[in-house]
């Protein structure tokens, strides 16, 4: 798994980490990031129970496991937090924050362990990144694409971690910053198309992330968005009509098929 420093300014950093050659090809390729203040770490969305080795591995180069004080999980997915048990068997007094639409939901990823997930209300909320130091926000981002979701700004770096809004599925080779912005759509239409459920919340999602106007917006499959790219990628997605999967007919073949072998 490959590692790089993505601001670091003083006492306060962030690390991204995916790209992984290791993984099985069915696995979905997910970036992880780690935000370090003040010798104390966050990680965001750290990943599936699959990757977990090597994520834990390649974070460690960074901090140790006493530094790590709290995750965030933006939604329930098994790439965002089905390592969660793992976490905690490690780190038994971690601070684990998510979406409390999910929490009934996400304890299913326990296996055993004692745990409590901090729900974060639906309005959003402040996060300590540590026990001490800064703090970072959790914004909103419901239906952009699980019903309860949340992107996370922090104000010193001006980098918001955008969770699979921005996800493209590009090459395990491709460079860790969008360069042509033209060119990157092709890797990401799909997904927002499917994945995306509502062209209404995602709206709002932009106007919101409009008025905090960051400088980064870090997804967490494919490349970051930087400089010009980033009023770009929200251009593109106040353009895009979400949620339109079609099936084609009302009735499908599946229709026809239960009634010629059901119809008696
Ligand atoms: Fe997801
Ligand atoms: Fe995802």
Not at 119 to 142: C, L, R, T, Y
Not at 192 to 208: A, D, E, I, K, Y
Request: with cysteine; net charge negative; hydrophobic share 40%.
């Amino acid at each position: 798994m490959k590692s790089e420093i993505i601001f670091e300014s003083g006492d306060h950093k962030w690390v991204v980490f995916g790209r992984d050659p290791q993984k099985k090809n069915e696995v979905i390729d997910t970036n992880e990031f780690v935000i370090i203040n003040n010798g104390e770490a966050m990680i965001l969305d750290p990943g599936g129970i699959e990757i977990f080795p090597q994520v834990l591995s390649e974070i460690t180069k960074y901090v140790s496991l006493e530094q790590i004080k709290t995750i965030f999980a933006s939604h329930q997915d098994p790439d965002i937090a089905s390592s969660l048990a793992m976490w905690l068997d490690l780190i038994p007094d971690i601070k684990i924050y998510c979406p409390w639409l999910w929490t009934g939901f996400l304890s299913h990823f326990g296996m055993g362990v004692n745990f409590t997930l901090n729900g974060i209300p639906d309005e959003g909320m402040e996060i300590k990144i540590g026990n001490q130091g800064s703090s970072v926000f959790a914004v909103p981002a419901h239906y952009c694409h699980s019903s309860g979701n949340y992107s996370i700004y922090d104000p010193k770096s001006r980098i918001l971690f955008s969770g699979d809004i921005g996800a493209a599925l590009i090459p395990i080779d491709y460079p860790l910053y969008v360069d042509d912005f033209a060119s990157h759509i092709k890797y990401m239409e799909k997904f927002h198309l499917r994945w995306m459920p509502s062209t209404q919340h995602l709206r709002s999602w932009v106007r919101r992330v409009r008025a905090i106007n960051p400088e980064v917006i870090a997804p967490q499959h494919g490349a970051i968005f930087a400089g010009a790219n980033v009023t770009k990628f929200l251009d593109w997605l106040d353009n895009l009509e979400v949620g339109k999967y079609e099936m084609g007919a009302e009735t499908t073949d599946i229709n026809k098929t239960i009634w010629l072998k059901w119809k008696k």
